[in-house]
């Protein structure tokens, strides 16, 4: 183990703890739960927000003429459906599992499953993989949006297994200037109409674009709702357009030069993106003890 | 994988040996299924006729008004043709929303009753406000009776739920022992299901609901009529209401009784 420590010790100090989820670094985090954190923002950004009768969720979608369009939103089922930002394979794997207990559910109830019982049971699924020497943590971020007996919801969950209901959420690649714009917002959205939600929501995730042109041109927005008479529906091209064109008129989403004072990390304790840095190494254990991915 | 402290040898992988059994090396037809000992012991109890009853309960009347649903049984279970348990209620309060009324194996109904019970608590220990909806229950038991059928293994049991759904609108059904869903404005187990199903029926108004008054009313003619006619039934019942204010447990109520006119009765 000395033999070792002598070899690295011009890397960073928490590479030592990183090798499993199960072990644990002296400030008490677990680094293999915060790198699959790092991948959700490797993702393009998705956005969520509720109103009291609908959930929406807007989505990035990475589409070119080499590549088909990969599936951001996937329904889950009728009152209920995902969107998502990392390891697509996961995703896939997660709303499949979704998917399954709310057909079981309507099996033997007839009736469509409370969104957040829904949540919780992934939750306690997912963290099953953040405390097993034989697996590893999903390496995707969902927003769940959904409608049921107790209204609309929207919920976040993390490779952390954190589960939180939210009002409003972003996820994925320079989503903080969505949130900004979100929080700014965030008082309108209980008494949105639909129309309105979903332009909130179209004006959030345009801030995250960026300015690279050829970026812009690789990405389309797409919009799911789900609500009070509205099952889950992903809109298609020509509604896309229309509300589109219906956002652009609102006003301009956030700068992001705005944003060069906020880092685009931490502020909802997501976990860092720290960089390691040979040089000063001793300091950079210290810095980041303030991001910790604990509740 | 996770429970690795059980006393019985597991397979080595699936299919596979277990360390102490007899293996069936491949080649030959399967193996049939081992079923448990109470399906292939001979003689009347504990044995291949898994459908019979033991103590039973007799009739349960359900009926659908405009603002809710009465459930009506009365308090006897009876053992074969032995009046044994005479004030037994058997129509229960589920949650606020679900009133559940038990005919057919007492026993079998209070096992059920449990299984319910433990669902309601699980209910409670999510704490998000939602409770269970009388139809989700209906359903729930339609899955249960039909799978324990279809396994030969019934519970022999006939019920009536009732109650609220989340958008006000009174629910009812019966669901019997292989499975069988119904739902009607009026449903009965038993020798109800003769007796009252055609009383009912015949004083059902064409264009609307019956009224609480009315429903009371031909629960209480129906009950009479059952005491008189039905040898497994006791005058004293109970009437299980659920409207939009809650469940309650009436009762237990008295058939008023009058056997002056048996004299007059000739033949059948």
Not at chain 1, 95 to 122: G, I, K, W
Not at chain 1, 138 to 147: E, F, N, S, T
Request: glycine share 8%; proline share 4%.
């Amino acid at each position: 183990m000395n033999l070792e420590a002598k070899n690295y010790s011009w890397k960073m100090f928490r590479n030592l703890y990183d090798n499993d989820t199960t072990v644990w670094s002296p400030q008490g985090r677990l680094f293999q739960v915060e790198y699959a954190m790092e991948a959700v923002k490797q993702g393009a950004a998705t956005v969520g927000l509720k109103s009291k009768d609908y959930a929406v969720l807007i989505a990035l979608c990475r589409a070119s003429e080499t590549e088909t369009m990969q599936p951001k939103i996937m329904p889950v089922d009728m009152h209920l459906g995902i969107s998502i930002s990392g390891l697509t394979a996961d995703a896939r794997l997660i709303c499949q599992y979704m998917r399954t207990e709310c057909m079981s559910f309507r099996h033997s109830y007839a009736d469509s499953m409370p969104v957040n019982r829904l949540v919780t049971n992934l939750g306690n699924k997912m963290q099953a993989t953040t405390q097993r020497y034989d697996r590893r943590p999903y390496g995707v971020g969902i927003l769940v949006a959904g409608y049921d007996d107790g209204g609309s919801h929207l919920y976040q969950v993390m490779p952390s297994a954190v589960v939180l209901s939210c009002k409003a959420m972003a996820i994925g690649a320079r989503s903080q200037t969505a949130r900004t714009y979100l929080e700014r917002h965030l008082d309108s959205f209980e008494s949105s109409s639909m129309d309105e939600l979903i332009c909130h929501g179209i004006q959030a995730i345009r801030g995250t674009l960026g300015h690279s042109h050829e970026e812009n041109a690789a990405l389309t927005i797409n919009v799911a709702i789900v609500g009070a008479n509205q099952p889950f529906k992903t809109f298609g091209e020509e509604e896309n357009l229309k509300y589109l064109d219906m956002a652009k008129l609102m006003g301009n989403p956030v700068e992001e030069a705005d944003e060069a004072k906020h880092s685009d990390d931490d502020l909802l304790g997501q976990g860092p993106s720290a960089t390691p840095d040979p040089e000063n190494d001793e300091d950079a254990s210290i810095a980041t003890v303030a991001s910790t991915e604990e509740t | 994988m996770l429970n690795n402290y059980n006393s019985i040898a597991q397979p080595m992988w699936q299919n596979g040996p277990t360390p102490g059994a007899f293996y069936n090396f491949t080649g030959g037809q399967q193996q049939t299924q081992k079923l448990p000992k109470e399906l292939t012991t001979a003689g009347p109890f504990g044995t291949k006729r898994s459908t019979s009853s033991i103590t039973t309960g007799s009739s349960v009347l359900g009926i659908r008004y405009d603002g809710g649903v009465m459930i009506a049984a009365d308090t006897l279970v009876s053992y074969g043709s032995l009046a044994r348990y005479q004030n037994i209620n058997r129509v229960f309060a589920i949650n606020d929303s679900i009133i559940l009324g038990g005919g057919g194996d007492f026993a079998d109904i209070q096992s059920i009753k449990r299984t319910i019970d433990q669902k309601m608590i699980e209910d409670q220990c999510y704490a998000d406000g939602i409770s269970m909806k009388p139809k989700a229950l209906s359903s729930w038991l339609t899955r249960v009776l039909y799978n324990r059928r279809s396994r030969m293994n019934p519970l022999y049991i006939d019920v009536v739920v009732g109650g609220i759904e989340q958008d006000g609108t009174p629910f009812l059904s019966n669901v019997d022992l292989r499975g069988r869903a119904h739902e009607d404005y009026v449903v009965a187990t038993g020798f109800a299901r003769h007796l009252a199903l055609p009383l009912v029926r015949e004083r059902k108004p064409k264009d609307r609901d019956f009224t609480a008054e009315e429903a009371f009313e031909l629960i209480r003619k129906c009950m009479e009529v059952l005491y008189y006619r039905d040898t497994r039934n006791m005058a004293q019942y109970t009437v299980g209401v659920c409207n939009a204010t809650g469940t309650t447990i009436d009762g237990p109520c008295t058939v008023s009784e009058n056997w002056s006119f048996a004299a007059t009765i000739k033949g059948y």
